[in-house]
C-alpha cells in the first residue's frame, strides 16, 4: 500500500484533469465536527513529486519558474488510535478568492478542492476559515535552512531530518514524522493540537522505516 502523501498526489493530479468550477461556493459551515484528537500537517516535497512524476499531467507544483520545496498537500484529522475522519458532508466548491490565496502554499486548484472535500468538511468549519487555520500551521513551521532550498541531494536518515525540524521549531522530536517511498524522502507530517500548537503524534501514525533517504534537490 502506498503512503497517504503518495495517493494525495495521485489524487491531486487527478483533480486537475477532472475539477470544473461550476457550483457554488463554500462559505459557511453546516456539519457538525467529527470526532478525532489532533491535526496532522503534510508538507510534501515537491522535488520528489515532480521527479517520480515526470511525464504525467503537467502540475504546477512543477513549476520550474517557482522552485517550490514544502507545500501543503493537507490538514488532516487523526486520532490516536489510527482513525482519521474524511468526506463527513457534502462539499461546494471553494470561493475563487480562498482558492487564489492558496495557491501560493497549495499550488493546484484541484488539490485544494479535493483537500476541502475530503478533510475540510470534517472540521466544521467554514471553508475560508478551514483554509485560514492550514496557512497559520504552515507559517508555524520553521523549515531548517538546509531542507529549505538545496542544490544538491541530501542524504539523511528519517530521525536526522526530525531532529533537525525539532531544533528549528523548538519541539520535541516526536511531533514530527518523516514520510518516505522506498528510499526517497517524501515529506515531513506535523503534528498539532486542535488549537495549532505543537503536539506529540499519535502512537498508530505511520513513520518512514528507511534507514536512510534521498532529500532531491531544488530544480
Known amino acids: 500500500m502506498f503512503p497517504r502523501p503518495i495517493i494525495v498526489s495521485l489524487l491531486m493530479v487527478g483533480c486537475l484533469l477532472t475539477f470544473t468550477a461550476c457550483h457554488r461556493p463554500a462559505s459557511s459551515a453546516e456539519n457538525t465536527p467529527a470526532s478525532f484528537d489532533y491535526y496532522l500537517l503534510n508538507l510534501s516535497w515537491a522535488p520528489e513529486f515532480c521527479a517520480t512524476h515526470d511525464g504525467n499531467a503537467p502540475s504546477s507544483e512543477c513549476d520550474p519558474k517557482r522552485h517550490f520545496g514544502f507545500i501543503v498537500h493537507g490538514l488532516w484529522l487523526e486520532s490516536d488510535d489510527g482513525s482519521h475522519p474524511q468526506d463527513c458532508a457534502p462539499a461546494r466548491p471553494v470561493a475563487e478568492p480562498t482558492v487564489e490565496r492558496m495557491l501560493a502554499i497549495m ?12 478533510h475540510g468538511t470534517c472540521t466544521g468549519l467554514a471553508a475560508a476559515d478551514y483554509f485560514a487555520d492550514i496557512e497559520k500551521a504552515f507559517r508555524k513551521v520553521q523549515i531548517p535552512p538546509e531542507y529549505r532550498a538545496p542544490t544538491q541531494p541530501i542524504q539523511a536518515s528519517p530521525a536526522e531530518i526530525e531532529q533537525r525540524f525539532a531544533a528549528a521549531n523548538h519541539a520535541p522530536a516526536d511531533n514530527f514524522r518523516v514520510s518516505c517511498s522506498g528510499a526517497e524522502f517524501v515529506g515531513v507530517e506535523v503534528c ?4 495549532l500548537r505543537f503536539r506529540q503524534c499519535g502512537p498508530r501514525l505511520r513513520d518512514c522505516r528507511a534507514p536512510q533517504v534521498t532529500v532531491e534537490p531544488t530544480p
Not at 499550488?107 to 475530503?118: F, K, N, Y
Not at 498539532?192 to 488549537?195: A, E, F, V
Open 107 to 118: 499550488p493546484a486548484r484541484g488539490l485544494i478542492q479535493h483537500e476541502w472535500a475530503s
Open 192 to 195: 498539532l493540537t486542535k488549537d
